[in-house]
Structure formats: C-alpha cells, structure tokens
C-alpha cells in the first residue's frame, strides 16, 4: 500500500461518506494542512497519505467540466464536487453525455435565459457550447429529421427541484424554433401552447412545504410538427389531480393558486357581483393558516433579459399579475367572457361551500343557511334539493324514494365530494377545452412529447395520493434503467462490443411488490369492490401477503401504517382514506343534484359523469377504481414514451429550505445515488451512445465517404473511421456502428461544410441558367413592345380618316331624310282624322249593343239561379227522404234480428221445458209455476226498451267471444312451426346506417321498413304426388324467406273487400273479395292472385281518401272519393288498414317526380310459403337429374328443394341461406326456462341465457339453440304484469317487440332488471345529427354556416325524413298506440310538410301537442325537426319558416326538452337573433329566448286554444280573477307565469303588504274552491278549465289561504276584508261552531253589511249568509217508510220505486224550504234591530264575535276517525299556525290538540284517509275527502314557523 505524493497548492480527495476535495495549503514537519470542502482544515502527517484513504485529484475535477463523462476520477464526490463548482459559478445545468443534469438556483440569473442565448443554441449542436435546456430542445428538435422518429422529454426530480420550469423552458424554445418557420411569428397553435401554462398551474399547482409551485397534477404535453417545422397541433394528457387538495391543507400549506388569484385579483365590480369578501372568511383557504405569505415563491418571474427563471420571493400582490396572466391566456384559448364568469361563479361557489357547517340535531342540520343560499345561487341550484343533498342520504329501491338522514361527518363528506367532484370535473373540462383548441390536424410530420410529472415525495404523513405519485417515479425511474443500462448494455452484448459490464440499482423488484397479483394495488382493489371492505381489512391483508418481500416494511407496532422502501427511500403510508379515495365513490343523488343544475356549463361539466345504477352493477369494469385507472393511464403513457426517442433532464435541489447560494451535500448526494447518477457517468463515459446501422450511415454522410471505393457498407464504415484517428470514440459490431457524441458532432459539422459547399456550386450554375434566360425573355418582351406602338401609330391614323368620312355622310343623309318626312307627316295627319270619325261612330253603336246584352245576361242570370235553388232543395228533400227511409230500414232490421233472437230464446226454453215434463210428478208444479214467472218476466222485460238492447248487445257480445274463440282454436291446430324469432336482429353498430338522416340526398334508413337481403325468380319443387317444379319468386328478408307466384314490384299489393261488382241492384250491395295490386298511382283489383284485371282506380283523381263510414259498425273502412263515384272498401284487419290508408295517402297527395322515392313493401300475408331461418338446420347443393343447379333447404320438419338459373346464382342463395356458426360461449349472466309467448293460446318453453351481448334462446338446456337477440342501448324492456296466465314483460328491439313469461313475479323482476343492466352498460348510440350538434358548441361562425352548408340533415328541407333524427328507443310509442317511435317520428315530420300549407294552425299544433303528452319520447326528437325547418332559411320572413317559429314557441311553451337538445335550442336561438336582426323571425327568436330564460315547466295539459293563439302573435293571454264581493282583477298570463308569481303581483297592486298570511289562487266550480299549487302555472289552469270543465261555471279565485296574523284593531282594511270574507265562508259553510240564534245574529250581520238596513220587501238567498241544517230526527222520518207499502214485488216494481223517489224528493224539498224560511224569520228579526249599523261597523261586530272562537283563522275539515279514542266518530279538523286541533262538530270545545312540534310526520296512507303521526302517541287516522287540502295546508302553517324561528334567530 503506497502513499499520495502531492505538493502545495495541490489537490487531493479525503475520503469519507463520500470523497472530499482538499487543497494541500502548506507542508512543515511532516504535516500537510489541507483545507477541505467548507473552509474545515486538518492537519494530517505525510506517513498517513495512503492510497486507502487519499487519492490525488484529476484535473478535470480541480477545474470542473460541463459533461461529467469526460471527469478523471470517477466516483460520487467527484461527481458531488463537480455540481457544486458549477452551481456557484452561476452554472446550473450539466451534462453527462446526453443526459442533463439541473441545479434549482432559486435565484434569477442574468442572460441565462435571453433571446441571445435561445438563438446561439439554436444552431449548435449537442455539446458546442456550455450545456443547457435550450440544448436538449434543440436536440430533440433537429432529431426529427435526422431519425424520422418522435422524440420525447422526460423531467424527473423531487418536488421543487424545478420540473415545472424545465417544462416551461423547452415550450419556449420550440415555439420559437416554429416561429422560424413562420416569418419570425408565432402560430395561434404555439400561442394557445404557451397560454396554457398560466391556466393550468393557477388551477393544478399549490404551495406544499418542499414547494411554492408544486404541480399537483401530471401533465404529458406533445407537439406535433409539421414537415417544414411549425407546430401545427399538440395534447395535454393529464394524470392524477389531487381533488382533496381543495377540502383540506396540510400545515403552513395551501389550497391551488386559482382561488387565492381569484379572491385578490378579481375587480371590484366582479366582486361584488359574486358576492367574494376577504379571504380569511372562506375555509377552504384559511384553514391551513397560509392566506398571505410574506415569503411567497411563485411561479411567473420576469428577469432583466425578459425570460422567465426560477422562483423569486415576491409579495402576494403578485396574485393579481397572475390574474391578469389566466384571464388573458382564457382569450387566447376562446373563451368567451360568459364562460369565464361561469368559471369564477363555480370557483365561488366552492368556496362558499366550504363555509357549510353543520351541528347535530336528529340527524346533520346546517348551521347558517346564508352559505347554502350562497352556494345554490353560484351553482344555480335548488336551494331545498342542495340541503336535502347535504343532509340526506337519498336512495332509490324498487321504484320507492327513501330518505335517511346523515351524521355531521356523513354530511361534511357529502359537502366535500361535492366540492372535489366540481373541481375535477372543472379541471378536466379546461384541459379538454385546451386540446379542442391546439387539436392537430390528422397528418403531422412528428411529434415531440415533454414529460412533467409529479416528483418522488415523502412527507409526515403519506397518503393515498403520494402512493400513487411514487408509484409514477417508480415507472418513470425503471423507464429510466431500462433505456441507459439495461437496453444499452444488451445491445453492447448482442452486437459483439468490447465492454465491462456497470451494477446498478434495479427497482423491478419493488414495482413487481406494487403490481403483481396480491401485490399492493391488488389488495386494495380488491378490498375497494368488496361492500364491507376496510381500511384495516386492507392492511391486515397487505402484512399477510407481503410481510416477508423485502421491499416491504411493516411496522413493529401495530397501527395503520405500512411502508415500501423506493428507489428513493422508504415511505411509511398511512392507510386512513385508502379505500374511500381508491373507490371515488360519489352518490348518484348528488350527481343528479349537480346535473339538474340550471346552470347548463355545470351540466356540460357531468353530461358524462353516469350514475351507478346507470349499467348496473353487471356492467361494471373491474378497473374502475383510482388506481387501476391511474395505473391503465400510466401504461399508456409508458407506451408513448417506449415509441419515442428519450432525452433525460434530471432537476435537483440543493437544499430544502429553497434557499440561493445554498449547496447542501446530504441533500444532493441521496438525489444523486437513488438516481443512479454515478452509474449513469460510468456508462455514458465508456459506452458508445450513438449507434446506427451501416446502411444508415453510409446513407447519411455519403459526401464525406466520396473518396473511398469499396462497395461493402461495414468495410466503408471502418476505413472512413479508421482515417480520422479517434480509434477510442467508435467502435464496429455486427450490423451497427457504436460511436461517442463528440465524433457524432464532428461528422455532422463535416458533413454540413461539404454539403454546403456543394451547394453553392449547384447555386452558382443555376443562378447562370436562370440570368441567360431572363435576358432572352427581356429581348422578345422588347420587340413585341416596338411592334405594338407602330401598330397604334398607323391605327390612330385610320381612325381620323373614317371619322371625317362618317360626318360628312351624316350631313348628307339628315338633309334628304328631312324632305321625305316632311311629305308624310301631311298624309298621315288627313288619314288620322278618317279614321277618328270613324272610330266615333263605332263606339256609340257597341255602347249601344252592351247595354242590351247586359240586360239580357242579368235576366238569365236571375233565371239560373232560381233554378238552381230549386234543384238543391229538391236533391235535399231526397237526401233526407233516403236518410230517414234508410234509417227506418236499418232500425227494422235490428228490430227483426232482436226479434230473432228472442224467438230464439222462448224456443230454447220451451225444449227445456218439454225436457222438465219427463221429471217427477211432485215437482211439476213447482217448475210450472217457475215457467210461468220466467215468461212474466221476460215480459216485463220486452216493455222496457233499455233492458231489450242490453239483451241485444249481450247476445252480441257472446257471438263475438264464441267467433274468437273458434278463430284461436283454428289458428291453435294450424301451430306445426316456430314464428319469427329475431335471429339477425345485431346492434346497429358505430356506424351512421343505422339511423341515417335524410336530408336533400334523398338517402333513407333500413330502421324504418326492413328490405330484403337478396331476392330472385327460383323453380321450387312441390312435395305432392306430382313433383312439379314451378317457377317462384323468392325474397330473403329478416329471419324469413318468403315465396311468392310473381314478382312484388309494386308499392303494396293484398286481399281486401269491395262493396259492388254486380250488374244488378242487389249484388252492387254485395261486399267481395279482390285481390289489389298498388303501382305508381293505379290501384288495379283482381278476383284472383294473377289472374284478369275487373278494374282501376287512379289515385291522382281521387279527391279525398276517407278512414271512417257512415256506418258506425264497419271498422277497418277506406273510402276513394273519386269525380265519377266512391270506392268503398275494407281491409282484413286493422294493421292492414292503416297501412293501406298511410300508402293511398302518400300516393294521393305525393308529387309524379317523388314518387321514385317511397320503398316498394313486401307483404308477407301475399306470400304462398315461407321458412323460417331460426328452424333451418341446414342448406347445401344437391343432384337432380331432371334439373340443374339445384340445392335444397332443411328445416325441422321437412326438405324444401330450388333451382337456379345457374351455379353463380345458387351458391349465392346457399351462402345465404346457410346457418351462421358464431360463437356463443359467452358468460351468461342469468338462465334458466321462460315462456315465448304469442297469445293466449301459442306458447313456447325456451331455456334463455342473458350474456353481456344479448338474449340467446335454446330449446332445452342442452339443446339446439332457436334464435338469439342482440342488445345495445336503444332496447327497451317493459315492467311485468299478469297476463295469459303468467307473468310478462316485453323485449323491444330494432325489427320487433318479444313477449316472455315467467311463473312468478319475482322472476320476471329479476329478468327485466338483468337485462336492463345490459342495455345500460351499453355505448350510448348517436346519430349523425347528435354528432355535429356536439361540434357545433365549440365551432365558430365561419365553420357553423360550412356545417350548415354540408349537412342537410341540420337544415331546413321540403323532402320528409326516413329515419329519426334522434336516437328514439325501440318499442311502441305508448299503451294505446302500438306504432313504434321510429315510425311515429318519421310520420310526424310529414305532418310538418303539410302544416305548411293548413288553413287551420292551431287545431293542428293543438293535435301534435296532445300526442306528445301520450309520446312523451318525441318530445327532443319534435324540437330537433323544429330547429332543423327554422335553421339556413334563405328567406326567413317567409309565412312557412314564421309557422314553423309559431309552431317552435308553442312546443317551448309547453315542453321542456333535455339538456342537450336544450343547449342545441340557446344556440340555434342565439344564432338566429344575431344574425337576423330587424326580421319579423328575429322577434320570434327573442320571444324564444324569454322562454328559454325564464325556464318553461313541463305542462300538465295542452294549451287552450286562446294560449297558442297568444303565442304565435307573440302576446300575453289576459285573464281574469275573481275576489269577493263581484271584484276581479285582469293579470297578463305568460306561459312562465306560476301562482305564486300571479299571487305576487295581485298583492303589490293592491297595496296588501302581509308579512306572514299566505294568499293563493284557487280553482273555483260553483261552491267547491280547490287551491292551486305555488309552482302550478296559471296558463295549465286556463287549459283545464277549456278542456275539462266545459259548460260548467269556473273561475280562478283569490283569497286568504292560510292566516298568522288577524289583530283586528292593527290589520290593513284590505286585509281585514279577506278575513272578514273568509270567516263568513266558514260560517255559511256550516263550519262554526254557535247555536242557531248566535248563528242567526251572524248572518243578520252579514245582511247588515251586504244590503243595508233591513227592507221588508229586501229578498235575499238565505244560504248566502246561513247554513240551513235540517235535524236528523226529521230526516230519518221522512225517510222511514220508503219500502213500506210496495207489498210483494212484481210488475211495475222500478217503477214504483221511481215514483217513491220522486215523492221523497219532494218532500225533501218541502222540508228544506220550511227550514228555510225558519231562518229567515229569525235572522230578519235580528236584523231590524242592526238597523243604523255602518257597513264597516258590521264587520268589525262580525269578527268580535268570530274570534272568540279558539280556531278561529284555522282550516276546518269534515273527517271522520278511524280508530276508537274518541267517542265521537264524525268530526273537525283545525289546522292552524301553531297547531292542529281536532273538534267535534258544532262544538267550540276541542277535544285534544297537537303542536307542530309534536308531530313526527303527516300525509295520506291512501285516497280518502289523513294520517298524523304524533310523538310518544299512536298514529291518528281519519277519513276525508280533502286530504290533500289538509296535507298542503299545514305544510304552509309548518314552512311559515320555520322561517319565523329562523329570523328570530
């Protein structure tokens, strides 16, 4: 062992924890002083300088070097050394070899960063000049070219250690390298790139302890770049955002800088509109106790030379720089002002839901309601449904709604996810918006991808977020081995390369600890999908399967912690949250809070967020936890980067304190070792990291290899190499050359000189061609110059002389043209005075002549139409003489029938009775007299006419059942095959077929009527004793092939019976069997299929086409009214009808050139034979010697053999008809036997599987199977429900409906909720139109209208559609309408083509209006037609667009669409007012946008007809309502206007200003008022009145409803009037309790102030003011003997019965009218003596006396109790402000009374029975009528103390 011989002044390496550099300061006495690194000196004797411990210091090392691979001394503290002298040398960035290395200064250094240094790295190469980001950028830029690959750069590092800079530094630079590109200007693209930074570190970074910019987010940016090298696109894929981030701070820690730029840099103005105060009154921000830091590092610093650097302390007034700086990038990306303030109202909002506090108090209750208030106006929520949310735990069971209340830490977590939820959906929202806005075009050149995620943490306490962040830098980190020493060193190996392999640090074995099956993630997803899944579940599994791994710590002391030693050091994880964050579990009620927002951005932001009942639990993914998404997303993005070529940038912090000029070893030497740098020196400085193929290489610098001749790549390679004398900077393996940077370098700079001198050769020469030829161009343009001025010269001159000619000709003429017209003029004027007399002269006898003949015309005139009038009253008296003889006739044939039936009946009995003679002899007597009792009965019968037609019709009905039962029976023997089964019925696929819009094109849609597959004449063979073949025509359609004797080119052909056909008078009456034939416009009918035309019938001609006859009993009817005569016809059934009726019709009234257009249809019932491809086993050819190309088709039960015309042909039908093998292993989700039913008399037993990708049928369980449905998410499945003896629900699919049946309801639930599931986890299928709606939203002006211009589909068309618009689930459109929605669409936007031109609009807006409340599915799909007809008018005050806005405004004042067809509406509207301003269609658009905004109610009835009026002249309706004592007010109704808008208004115009008395409107019939609900609208209640209640009187009323308040001395006289009315109203109800002289004196009161003083000859009604009751000792007695007297019952009993009843009645009234006048006596008498009273005096002694009574101002309700507490059975219930009393009736006594506070709940059980639940009691029950009444009223009474307590409060 040797010793160190070093001298003064030297260096030397001291070793400890790693080598330190010394400086040998002097030597005496043996004993060096050496001053080491941090000014220590030591004092060591020369003996002691061994190798062991001292090591002379390499040159490279004293001096420092820019790459550490080049340093002489290889190991960590050369390498520590190395960093330190550059980092205080102001040189923070160092190579080592292509991979830098980045010292976080935390200081700004001039010209670092400036314009010139950008530019000088530019055109450098790697390694030219001092090492920098620029350089790395620049590297990467120029790689595009050179290796045609992508690149990417990879930014790695602690937290603070300076990545997001990095980041910013190479976006930068390669904007400005594109701006080169671009004439020295940035693109929109880089612009929006740049923008983008501020955006997304206001709103993904926050101050963390280790730093004052952390991202709390992970962000891969690519830029893509053309071929010229400008940035044409990118994409910011992001990972990871800490949402709890936003509820919740560590420690001197704060929330994302958005918030707290939001709360300082907001302007006052903006301020007070979204109600934002100081920031220490908003928890989210405060908590933490970090608002305002004095030493604040931020993000956004401006150096000397302009350019961003590090961070730099600056005082928190920054915060509205910062402001400034995302306002503008939100420009810069498009955002309008709107939704910028959309962006800062949710963000509000946020913070103020933070501020939501809650205490205990039976469950969580709100503190303070201001901040709810606060949060439901920022998030434009309902402010009941938001506390509900917060408080409540809402879940759906069953179809039930069931509410359970929450703890204070449920409802803080409720409070929370909310928050989080807002804000990630809002940052995701903004990242997508800023891809749409850099979106690439589809082909880019390459693309450059810059990696910045978040850095390896490790703070007191780790949680779920930083397991997942250190599990990125563990991916990042092995991406980072695998590139530099795993792949590098295999491909040394593989290429034969001299090398010694490097160690180094491998982390496979922790990652394999993190994702191997039972591996970290394992476990806690599998403990997340598990219900009841715990926190410490997971950590006992975690100890139990990884306690012996080495990377894995588990402590000693049981807790909630585990640890994982990383590559970077261990990390002890506490698990609390663990699975609550892992699950991101957010309640589907609180989804469906935020998507019900009005706010329509809040909606956007969770369109796609689905519930999770939304597919079920069956379609739910096993990934779908946090961390398997974030660990797919991390896959993905190791695939990126695996694809790309890697440049590494490696940031480091110097200290932990961010402090500058501060170099902390420890620090710096773990970053440097568990980063793997040493070994990464090592094998940069021996390894060869550039390496291409010879090829390659030839390729490239073919100009420096000129000089060598040899013809073999590898051997041109190495002499070239050979020659340079670098013999240790390359090297030659098998296929490859391994070369050093620095001799890539040099070749390149080599290869750019002689590339360059060549091609100034190449200028040099073609600068010459190009000079030669614009010399020869400047000759020719010279000679043709010349030749052209002579030609003008000569021209000029030949002019002049023509000029002069043509004047002196001019002259010459005029004089001779003078004389001549001159002579004519003279005859002319003598011809023209002959033939004036002339003209005279005729014109007197014409005169004459008219006279006579108008004369003569008038008496005709008069003559004709006496005629005339004469002939139609005669055609009128013949028309009724036929009607009423025709009448007589119809009314004698039901008469002779009933007689036949009757002769019928009385000859049945008289058989039984001959049958009861033969019996014995004792009973003969009996039955005799029986007879003779019947036969008097069944007289009695015949005289009364209405019990004679109910036999009449009973009989009937009997025929009618026995004919269907004959006719199920029938159809029950004809059963020997399956019906259709669905087999081909697949999912229409990503396609646009499917629902494929019609616009100008004329395409149509295969959805709406299916076409056939293939089709063609076949010979098919008859299975008889002859075995002819005949000639067929065959059609494969569907699951079907049909045959048929002839082709079916027609539009519809079918049996029907037509009335007349015979010569004779009789047979013209006849209805007969004909065979119709459809084609063009001719409807032709035969007596056969096939055989002789009997006659035609030109659709053209037909004036109208009738549904209904004159005879009400002939269904399925159609009538063609032609000139000539009426064709009467009937169809077989009512399915054919109406698709006759449609096809007459459409022909009728379709123009000749549209006719090509309507699809020929295929009418199975023609065909003469069918098969059934679910029973087809089999198809193949087959030999026949007396026909060729035969091939035969096996089913269940038979073969069916056919011929073709060739062997092409028939191995076309064979592959057609040929089974399908497909696979059908699927996993079935539920199985088991179900019924396929038909009707009641056809059904089938099937084993059924439900797979994920539909129904597959067998016909036992291991059996063949008989068909298959496929599911997507257009099927829909009905609710079961008892029929044909089982329980059925319905399977809608594309083509048709299946009915299935189970045993039990139970299984039949299970079915239809499985398969629900399936539908539902289904992609959302959308069509064309859905699809450029959503590109619509993001697009500007220019692009809509390109939109517009190419898609027809979106515009407005005079062709019908062929298929929806929207995609409409399959089914029928209703209960009452089998027709299935596609078809009902399609058929209402032909309704639209002839609303064009009907002169009645408003019976036809009111019909469609009324199918809509039946089709409530139609409702998006008739907006969607609307919008379309009213958008890309050409002349958009045209009548037919102005119906169709009519139309639009009718529709939005009565339906309310979804969100999305609604946002489609704001933008058509908004469209259309601006850019047709002034137009008569503008005003219509504004109109639209009122509704829109004042948001429409779904309706509960049609419009009235004066409504819709209203609407389409733009105007209010105005109505009436009516007060007491005759007023009435006259209010303008809207369709916005609710009752409690209308009650508003009525109160401020009449001056009634009640704080807590609660008006309302009520429905008023006769005496029964009927109170109208708040949120009712006023227009739905005119509509009902028009609609439900015609003839009968009715009126909206308005009055008190509910009363608090009534100090009468204190009361407003208005009010007082209510009062005053509303108590006479009890009082005349009979709902006060008094004796009748008290009640007496009330109604004498009431007369006082109604008439006046007392008249004796004043009549008034006496039930106006009194309820006269009638004693029930008196009533039973009139009613005592009303069967007494009839004796036994016989003839004449009804009507003896009647005649009672009529005398009762009368009595009755007698009784009455003596009661009556009773009273009015009495109340006359106390009247006289009110005489002198005052109108208002009265009142007032009225009230005196009401008040006495304790309920007086309550709601009194007759019920009658259920239960047995009380004694009395019928009595009052009083509901009033304070409680609920209950009275007997009449009675002023209550007989218990419950305070609101007592009473637990309150509702109706069922219709007709009140329930109220009181506390420590059993529930009362009581039965009423006005239950609902009762409910509504004490929910007022409730509401008002509520909010007095809280005021109070």
């Known amino acids: 062992m040797g010793l160190v011989e070093v001298q003064p002044g030297g260096w030397l390496w001291v070793k400890g924890d790693v080598w330190l550099p010394g400086e040998v300061l002097s030597q005496s006495a043996g004993q060096l002083s050496i001053k080491l690194d941090g000014d220590e000196v030591i004092k060591v004797p020369s003996s002691d300088l061994k190798t062991e411990n001292y090591a002379v210091m390499h040159g490279s090392s004293v001096r420092g070097v820019p790459d550490m691979a080049s340093l002489g001394d290889l190991h960590e503290g050369a390498i520590l050394y190395n960093l330190k002298q550059r980092y205080f040398n102001n040189k923070i960035y160092t190579y080592i070899g292509s991979i830098l290395v980045a010292v976080n200064p935390y200081k700004p250094i001039s010209g670092l960063y400036s314009n010139e240094n950008l530019e000088k790295y530019s055109n450098a190469f790697l390694g030219e000049h001092d090492p920098h980001i620029y350089a790395i950028a620049n590297e990467a830029f120029r790689n595009i070219w050179k290796s045609g690959e992508s690149q990417c750069v990879l930014i790695s590092g602690e937290s603070g250690a300076g990545k997001t800079e990095s980041t910013k530094m190479i976006l930068d630079f390669l904007s400005a390298q594109s701006a080169k590109k671009t004439n020295g200007e940035k693109s929109q693209i880089s612009s929006r790139i740049l923008s983008s930074s501020p955006i997304l570190e206001a709103f993904g970074n926050a101050k963390t302890v280790y730093n004052h910019n952390s991202s709390r987010f992970g962000k891969f940016i690519q830029l893509y770049f053309s071929s010229e090298g400008e940035i044409v696109g990118g994409n910011i894929s992001h990972y990871l955002l800490e949402k709890n981030r ?22 006052d103005p903006l301020k007070s509109k979204l109600g934002i105060t100081d920031p220490k009154d908003f928890r989210y921000v405060s908590e933490a106790g970090c608002v305002r830091d004095p030493n604040l590092e931020r993000k956004s610093r401006k150096n000397p030379d302009g350019r961003t650097s590090s961070d730099k302390p600056i005082p928190p007034e920054q915060d509205k720089d910062d402001f400034k700086a995302v306002t503008t990038a939100f420009e810069v990306m498009g955002l309008s002002g709107e939704t910028v303030e959309e962006i800062l109202t949710i963000l509000t909002g946020i913070l103020y839901l933070g501020n939501v506090k809650f205490y205990a108090d039976g469950g969580a209750q709100i503190e303070d309601r201001n901040p709810v208030e606060k949060v439901a106006q920022h998030l434009n929520l309902n402010m009941e449904q938001l506390t509900e949310g917060l408080t409540h735990n809402k879940r759906v069971m069953r179809g039930e709604t069931f509410l359970s209340p929450l703890t204070v830490e449920q409802a803080e977590t409720s409070r929370d996810s909310i928050t989080m939820a807002l804000y990630s959906q809002l940052f995701d929202w903004i990242i997508q918006r800023i891809n749409n806005r850099i979106k690439a075009p589809k082909s880019v050149h390459s693309s450059i991808g810059v990696l910045d995620i978040f850095g390896f943490e490790n703070f007191q306490i780790n949680r779920f977020e930083q397991f997942n962040i250190n599990f990125a830098n563990e991916k990042l980190q092995q991406y980072f081995n695998k590139h530099i020493f795993s792949l590098e060193q295999l491909e040394y190996n593989q290429e034969g390369i001299s090398w010694t392999d490097i160690d180094w640090c491998d982390n496979a074995g922790c990652i394999d600890l993190i994702e191997r099956k039972m591996g970290v993630l394992s476990i806690i997803d599998e403990e997340s999908r598990f219900p009841k899944g715990t926190d410490k579940s997971m950590l006992d599994k975690l100890h139990g399967a990884n306690e012996k791994n080495e990377f894995y710590i588990k402590p000693k002391v049981a807790g909630t912690d585990f640890g994982i030693r990383h590559y970077a050091g261990h990390v002890v994880y506490n698990t609390i949250g663990f699975l609550e964050k892992n699950r991101g579990s957010f309640r589907d009620d609180l989804i469906q809070l935020l998507k019900d927002s009005k706010s329509d951005f809040i909606y956007d932001l969770f369109e796609g967020v689905k519930l999770s009942t939304e597919g079920g639990n069956r379609g739910k993914k096993k990934g779908n936890t946090v961390a398997s998404q974030f660990k797919d997303s991390l896959s993905s993005l190791m695939q990126t980067l695996s694809a790309s070529n890697p440049y590494f940038v490696r940031c480091v912090k110097p200290n932990a304190q961010k402090q500058s000029n501060d170099f902390r070893n420890e620090m710096m030497i773990n970053q ?15 390894g060869f990291p550039v390496r291409r193929l010879y090829s390659d290489f ?20 190495c002499l070239f190499l050979t020659k340079l004398e670098r013999p240790k900077e390359w090297q030659a393996g098998k296929t490859k050359i391994f070369m050093k940077e620095t001799l890539e370098n040099t070749l390149e700079q ?3 000189a002689v590339l360059g001198k060549a091609a100034v050769m190449i200028q040099k020469h073609w600068r010459a061609v190009l000079a030669r030829a614009m010399v020869k161009k400047r000759l020719a343009r010279i000679v043709k110059i010349q030749s052209m001025i002579r030609a003008h010269i000569y021209r000029r001159h030949f002019l002049r002389t023509r000029q002069a000619t043509l004047i002196f000709q001019r002259y010459i003429r005029g004089h001779l043209a003078r004389q001549v017209v001159a002579e004519m003029w003279a005859e002319k004027c003598a011809q023209l005075e002959a033939e004036i007399a002339a003209q005279k002269e005729a014109f ?33 008296k013949r028309e009724e003489e036929e009607r009423r003889l025709r009448d007589e006739q119809e009314m004698k044939e039901a008469i002779i029938r009933v007689e036949e039936l009757e002769q019928q009946r009385k000859l049945e009995e008289q058989r039984a009775l001959q049958k009861q003679r033969l019996l014995e002899e004792e009973e003969e007597k009996r039955r005799e007299e029986e007879r003779v009792a019947a036969e008097a009965a069944a007289a009695e019968l015949m005289d009364d006419e209405d019990a004679l037609n109910e036999a009449e019709a009973e009989m009937l009905r009997h025929l009618d059942d026995l004919d269907e039962a004959i006719k199920d029976a029938a159809i029950d023997e004809d059963i020997d095959e399956w019906w259709d089964l669905d087999e081909d019925d697949e999912y229409p696929g990503s396609g646009d077929d499917t629902f494929s819009e019609f616009g100008d094109s004329g395409i149509g849609d295969e959805e709406i009527s299916a076409r056939p597959i293939h089709s063609g004449y076949l010979r098919v063979k008859d299975v008889g004793k002859l075995s002819r073949w005949k000639q067929k025509y065959c059609i494969l359609q569907g699951d079907s092939l049909l045959i048929f004797n002839a082709k079916q080119d027609y539009l519809k052909s079918g049996w029907m019976r037509k009335k007349g056909g015979g010569k004779g008078t009789l047979s013209r009456r006849n209805w007969l069997p004909r065979f119709f034939v459809l084609q063009e416009t001719m409807l032709t009918y035969y007596d056969t299929e096939g055989g002789e035309a009997k006659g035609q019938i030109n659709l053209r001609h037909a004036i109208k086409i009738l549904e209904h006859s004159l005879d009400k009993n002939r269904n399925n009817y159609i009538g063609i009214v032609t000139p000539e005569r009426t064709f009467e016809l009937i169809a077989e059934d009512e399915p054919e009808h109406k698709s006759w009726l449609r096809i007459l019709r459409e022909v009728n009234r379709t123009p000749d050139e549209n006719l090509h257009l309507m699809k020929e249809e295929v009418n199975p019932r023609n065909a003469v034979a069918s098969i059934e491809l679910l029973e087809l086993e089999s198809c193949h050819r087959v030999e026949d010697k007396t026909e060729n190309h035969v091939f035969c088709v096996i089913t269940n039960d038979r073969v069916h053999y056919f011929s073709a015309e060739d062997s092409e042909e028939m191995f076309r039908w064979i592959d057609l008809l040929s089974p399908q093998d497909e696979d059908l292993k699927h996993s079935a989700l539920r199985a088991g036997y179900v019924s396929l039913v038909k009707s009641k008399l056809i059904k089938r037993k099937v084993y059924m599987t439900l797979t994920e990708k539909g129904i597959e049928m067998y016909k036992r369980r ?29 399977v809608h699919v594309r083509k048709r409906s299946y009915l299935f049946g189970c045993k039990t309801y139970e299984d039949a639930l299970n079915w239809t909720e499985e398969i629900t599931d399936v539908i539902l986890g289904k992609d959302q299928f959308q069509t064309r139109t859905e699809k450029l709606v959503v590109e619509l939203r993001n697009l500007h002006s220019d692009e809509v209208d390109e939109i517009y211009r190419s898609n027809p589909i979106l515009r407005y068309t005079k062709n019908p559609i062929m298929a929806p618009i929207l995609a409409l689930p399959y089914g029928p459109s209703s209960s009452t309408n089998p027709k299935r929605l596609q078809d009902a669409a399609v058929d209402m936007y032909k309704q639209f083509l002839m609303y064009e031109g009907t002169p009645t609009p408003v019976e036809f807006i009111e019909a469609v209006l009324g199918q809509l409340f039946e089709t409530p599915h139609l409702i998006d799909e008739l907006y969607c037609q609307l919008i379309k007809q009213t958008a890309y008018v050409k002349d958009v005050d045209n009548p037919q667009n102005l119906r169709y806005w009519m139309f639009l405004l009718c529709v939005l004042a009565t339906f309310t669409p979804s969100r999305k ?22 005003k219509s658009a504004v109109y639209a946008e009122g509704l829109i905004a004042a948001g429409v109610k779904q309706r509960e009835f049609v419009p009235s007809r004066e409504e819709i009026k209203k609407i389409m002249f733009l105007k209010d309706m105005p109505a009436v309502v009516q007060c007491y004592g005759g007023w009435n007010c006259k209010i303008m109704v809207t369709p916005t206007l609710t009752a409690r808008l209308a009650v508003a208004r009525l109160l401020s115009g009449m001056g009634i200003k009640s704080k807590y008395n609660k008006y309302a409107l009520f429905e008023k019939y006769g005496q029964v008022y009927k109170v109208i609900e708040d949120q009712t609208l006023i227009a739905d209640v005119i509509a009902k009145f028009e609609r439900k209640h015609e003839g009968e009187e009715c009126c909206i009323f308005f009055k008190l409803f509910a009363v608090v308040e009534f100090n009468i001395s204190r009361c407003d006289p208005l009010e007082l009037v209510f009062l005053y009315e509303l108590t006479c109203e009890q009082i005349q109800r009979g709902m006060f309790p008094s004796d009748k002289v008290s009640l007496a004196e009330l109604a004498a009161l009431r007369c006082q102030y109604l008439y006046g003083d007392y008249k004796p000859d004043k009549t008034y009604n006496v039930s106006d003011v009194y309820h006269v009751v009638i004693p029930k000792q008196e009533r039973r007695a009139s009613a005592g003997g009303t069967l007494r007297g009839l004796g036994t019952l016989g003839k004449g009993t009804i009507r003896k019965l009647k005649d009672l009843y009529i005398d009762n009645e009368r009595e009755d009234e007698l009784l009455a009218a003596e009661h009556e006048e009773k009273a009015r006596n009495t109340i006359n008498d106390f009247w006289k003596t009110k005489n002198g009273l005052s ?19 309550y709601g009194i309700f007759d019920v009658e109790l259920v239960d047995t507490r009380f004694r009395e059975k019928e009595l009052w219930l009083a509901v009033g402000h304070n409680d609920v009393a209950i009275y007997p009736r009449e009675k002023s006594i209550p007989l218990e009374v419950y305070t609101y506070d007592s009473i637990v709940g309150f509702g109706a059980t069922e219709e007709n029975v009140f329930k109220i639940t009181i506390e420590g009691q059993s529930p009362l029950e009581m039965g009423t009528q006005d239950f609902l009444e009762i409910s509504r009223l004490m929910k007022t009474y409730i509401s008002i103390m509520v909010r007095r307590k809280q005021q109070n409060r």
């Not at 936003?246 to 302007?267: A, K, M, S």
């Not at 440097?672 to 021996?686: A, E, F, H, N």
């Open 844 to 876: 007197e006898a014409r005169k004459r002549e008219m006279e006579r003949l108008r004369k003569e015309q008038q008496e005709q005139e008069a003559e004709r139409i006496r005629i005339q009038m004469e002939e139609e009253e005669a055609a009128r």
């Open 1262 to 1290: 291991e059996g063949a199977g008989v068909g298959k449905i496929s599911l997507h998410s257009l099927c829909v499945v009905s609710n079961p429900e008892e029929r044909y003896g089982e329980f059925c629900f319905h």
């Open 750 to 752: 080599e290869r750019i």
């Open 698 to 717: 030839t390729a490239r610098y073919y100009p420096l290899l000129a000089s060598i001749y040899t013809q073999v790549a590898k051997d041109k390679c």
């Open 1735 to 1753: 109108k208002g005096a009265a009142q007032q002694e009225l009230l005196k006396i009401a008040t006495r009574w304790l309920a007086f101002g």
């Open 1461 to 1482: 067809v609604l946002r489609y509406l704001k933008f058509h509207v908004q469209r259309c007012t601006q850019r047709y301003s002034g137009t008569e269609m503008y």
């Open 246 to 267: 936003t509820v919740g701070q560590n420690p001197d820690e704060r929330n994302y800088h958005i918030f707290y730029q939001l709360l300082i840099g907001l302007t």
């Open 672 to 686: 440097l070792r568990y980063s793997g740098m040493m070994q990464t020196v090592v094998i940069r400085k021996s």
